[in-house]
């Protein structure tokens, strides 16, 4: 086992591979507090890529409710049995061991689902923790909650699938680090399913092989976001890009997100594998819970989300979910505007701060009729 450095968890670990960071790392941030389970990028992601013979179970996109849900059912609590202690140390590094430190005496700790596992990808949707009490809703802030959690394929700087592949049919692209499947090279082994801590790599029972979530590299190549990105109603999600070896830049959106004002965490970083998804935990969800799923900056994070008015460049970096189609690669926080510019430099975007209103005359001489104000 070679040593690599994993940040997420402020110290060293093993993994089967030296480390080699890619020329930049595909990056995505979602906003739990902004999404309304529409499952429109589920939709978008399923006729695109897996409406297929044997893809009817494989869904690269989800979205699932928490606690209850989950896709394949309790991947993540299966998996979480297996690492057993979980502790990060007061000045955030982590103590326990990762699916590449178990005492298994596996390469890759792992859970493989079974078929009805698949059966459910809609269970536990739109339940809550314990019931209400009668009239309790009438009182103010109640302790009830639930939040929806989209999942798509982290493209984890340190993959479990690939480490854990015989044939080595992954590979992550050095271009902008998307993890793929050879599947010319892959045999159906399934241990890249038993491996991969979110369950996103999937097994297709009529062509005998793996598939998994490619980033729509297609799109990507030609400098747009993926489908499901585009696609999301809610404006909950933002691609683009970080470069891992360098140090953050200011006017990258994602290295503002993540790396600077640690707004937005990895999902379960105590599994090791550095995921490149990021979220913006909810801000009604017991501490514990969360803490659990993001790791131990999520006050700091909730803090900094519930003060984002104050913070213009901040702002600015949220205010770009959703308003192209075109990957930002820099930003600036202008005074009534924040504004995105491609990798070249144009400007690709510009959005204002406060959405502007026109007031109409109520009489519409032109057109001979009644028209209303609405803001």
């Known amino acids: 086992m070679a040593k690599v450095n994993n940040w997420q968890l402020n110290r060293e670990m093993e993994y089967p591979y030296e480390e080699k960071k890619p020329k930049k790392q595909i990056t995505y941030v979602f906003d739990t507090n902004k999404c309304i389970a529409c499952q429109t990028c589920t939709v978008a992601c399923k006729t695109t890529w897996t409406s297929g013979k044997g893809e009817e179970t494989i869904f690269f996109n989800n979205v699932e409710t928490k606690p209850y849900g989950g896709y394949p059912q309790k991947w993540d609590v299966n998996t979480l ?3 057993n202690n979980q502790e990060w140390g007061k000045d955030g590094v982590y103590k326990g061991k990762t699916i590449f430190e178990s005492e298994s005496g596996e390469q890759v700790t792992g859970w493989r689902p079974e078929e009805r596992n698949y059966a459910f990808p809609n269970i536990g949707e739109d339940e809550v923790l314990g019931n209400m009490e009668k009239g309790a809703f009438f009182n103010g802030i109640h302790d009830i909650w639930m939040f929806y959690l989209a999942r798509i394929c982290n493209h984890c700087s340190y993959p479990g699938c690939l480490a854990a592949c015989p044939r080595k049919a992954i590979y992550k692209r050095e271009e902008d680090g998307i993890v793929l499947i050879d599947q010319s090279r892959c045999r159906g082994y399934k241990e890249c399913v038993k491996a991969c801590p979110y369950k996103k790599t999937f097994f297709n029972m009529v062509t005998r092989v793996s598939e998994k979530c490619i980033g729509c590299y297609p799109l990507i190549e030609q400098g747009e976001q993926p489908r499901c990105v585009t696609s999301c109603i809610g404006k909950i999600r933002l691609q683009g890009f970080m470069e891992d070896a360098k140090p953050p830049r200011k006017d990258n959106p994602f290295d503002m997100i993540v790396r600077i004002k640690k707004i937005a965490l990895p999902l379960y970083p ?14 009604h969800v017991p501490h514990d819970f969360l ?3 993001f790791g131990p900056n999520v006050d700091e994070a909730i803090k900094l989300y519930r003060n984002m008015k104050d913070d213009k460049e901040l702002l600015a970096a949220f205010m770009l979910f959703g308003n192209t189609p075109r990957i930002i690669h820099s930003y600036k926080a202008e005074e009534n505007h924040a504004v995105g510019y491609n990798e070249i430099g144009d400007e690709i975007v510009r959005v204002p701060y406060v959405e502007p209103v026109h007031n109409r005359p109520h009489w519409d001489a032109q057109f001979q009729t009644f028209r209303h104000n609405t803001p």
Do not use: R, S
Not at 270 to 283: C, D, S
């Open 291 to 293: 803490i659990q799923m």
């Open 270 to 283: 105590q599994f090791g594998t550095q995921p490149n998804v990021y979220y913006v935990p909810p801000v």
């Open 81 to 83: 049995k297996e690492l």
